[in-house]
């Protein structure tokens, strides 16, 4: 193709062009409807309602608010220590037991609660030092009677033959013939108190002198007799005893000075 021809198609296509433009701005002058144009409008206002709904979701969203965070939980608290225990008191300390008392026919007992037997002769003859008046054998008369019951038995009397008041304290501590020990006395027969003589009264002790079932040993026959109205006392009485004397053996034993000449011979 020459290029005459070339630019002949050239220019004829431009000005189909022109003309092509030129009825389409005539045609929307006379009113004819832009297809084009009409849905061009259309999407804007689908755009625009789409953008107002969602404006209108928003806002009722934020007229909404946003929902709080849920506020945290306070700590708990920690719990109290527990006070300390208060120390336990120290325990005071056991009072002491009192001492017994002494022996003798005193019948005081010790703080302790325990008979006054439970001491030792001299310690109730010494507390008698304090507290009584002994009988002597110078204001007083002392007999030995060999009864006939309870078998063996040789009651002791000694009345006050003073002006003044006596106290026989403890028991007697007796000596017949020779011997050499004192013979014991029986614990079970100590009295109330302290046998006290007013003048003329008598206070009396037995002496079981052999066993009644012949069990005792070292048996002899006694003539005489010496009465000692305590283990303190530092001179005799000497009562009579029968002629024939009285057998003793290692059975012998003496009571504590009574006030009744049964209580005596109940032993």
Same mark, same amino acid.
């Given at each position: 193709?020459?290029?005459?021809?070339?630019?002949?198609?050239?220019?004829?296509?431009?000005?189909?062009?022109?003309?092509?433009?030129?009825?389409?701005?005539?045609?929307?002058?006379?009113?004819?409807?832009?297809?084009?144009?009409?849905? #061009?409008?259309?999407?804007?206002?689908?755009?625009?309602?789409?953008?107002?709904?969602?404006?209108?979701?928003?806002?009722?969203?934020?007229?909404?608010?946003?929902?709080?965070?849920?506020? #945290?939980?306070?700590?708990?608290?920690?719990?109290?220590?527990?006070?300390?225990?208060?120390?336990?008191?120290?325990?005071?300390?056991?009072?002491?037991?009192?001492?017994?008392?002494?022996?003798?026919?005193?019948?005081?007992?010790?703080?302790?609660?325990?008979?006054?037997?439970?001491?030792?002769?001299?310690?109730?003859?010494?507390?008698?030092?304090?507290?009584?008046?002994?009988?002597?054998?110078? #204001?007083?008369?002392?007999?030995?009677?060999?009864?006939?019951? +309870?078998?063996?038995?040789?009651?002791?009397?000694?009345? *006050?033959?003073?002006?003044?008041?006596?106290?026989?304290?403890?028991? +007697?501590?007796?000596?017949?013939?020779?011997?050499?020990?004192?013979? +014991?006395?029986?614990?079970?027969?100590?009295?109330?108190?302290?046998?006290?003589?007013?003048?003329?009264?008598?206070?009396?002790?037995?002496?079981?002198?052999?066993?009644?079932?012949?069990?005792?040993? *070292?048996?002899?026959?006694?003539?005489?007799?010496?009465?000692?109205? *305590?283990?303190?006392?530092?001179? +005799?009485?000497?009562?009579?005893?029968?002629?024939?004397?009285?057998?003793?053996?290692?059975?012998?034993?003496?009571?504590?000075?009574?006030?009744?000449?049964?209580?005596?011979?109940?032993?």
């Amino acid at each position: 193709m020459s290029a005459r021809t070339a630019r002949t198609h050239l220019l004829a296509a431009a000005a189909l062009t022109v003309a092509t433009l030129t009825l389409t701005a005539c045609g929307n002058a006379d009113g004819t409807r832009d297809e084009g144009a009409s849905t #061009s409008s259309a999407t804007s206002t689908s755009s625009s309602t789409t953008s107002g709904g969602t404006s209108t979701e928003a806002a009722q969203t934020g007229a909404k608010g946003s929902t709080g965070t849920t506020g #945290s939980t306070g700590t708990t608290g920690t719990t109290g220590s527990s006070g300390t225990t208060g120390s336990t008191g120290g325990s005071g300390s056991t009072g002491s037991t009192g001492s017994a008392s002494s022996s003798g026919s005193s019948g005081t007992s010790g703080s302790s609660g325990s008979k006054g037997s439970s001491g030792s002769t001299t310690s109730g003859t010494s507390e008698s030092k304090s507290r009584y008046t002994p009988c002597t054998p110078a #204001s007083t008369r002392t007999t030995a009677t060999v009864v006939s019951r +309870p078998l063996n038995h040789v009651l002791l009397t000694v009345t *006050n033959t003073g002006s003044k008041l006596c106290d026989l304290v403890g028991y +007697p501590a007796v000596r017949f013939g020779e011997a050499q020990s004192v013979p +014991p006395v029986i614990e079970d027969s100590q009295p109330q108190a302290v046998v006290t003589l007013a003048p003329g009264e008598a206070g009396y002790a037995a002496v079981v002198v052999s066993a009644a079932d012949g069990s005792g040993t *070292n048996g002899y026959t006694a003539k005489s007799l010496e009465v000692y109205f *305590n283990s303190d006392s530092t001179k +005799p009485a000497r009562p009579a005893l029968p002629a024939k004397g009285v057998y003793v053996d290692s059975s012998i034993t003496v009571t504590y000075w009574q006030s009744d000449m049964g209580d005596a011979l109940t032993w």
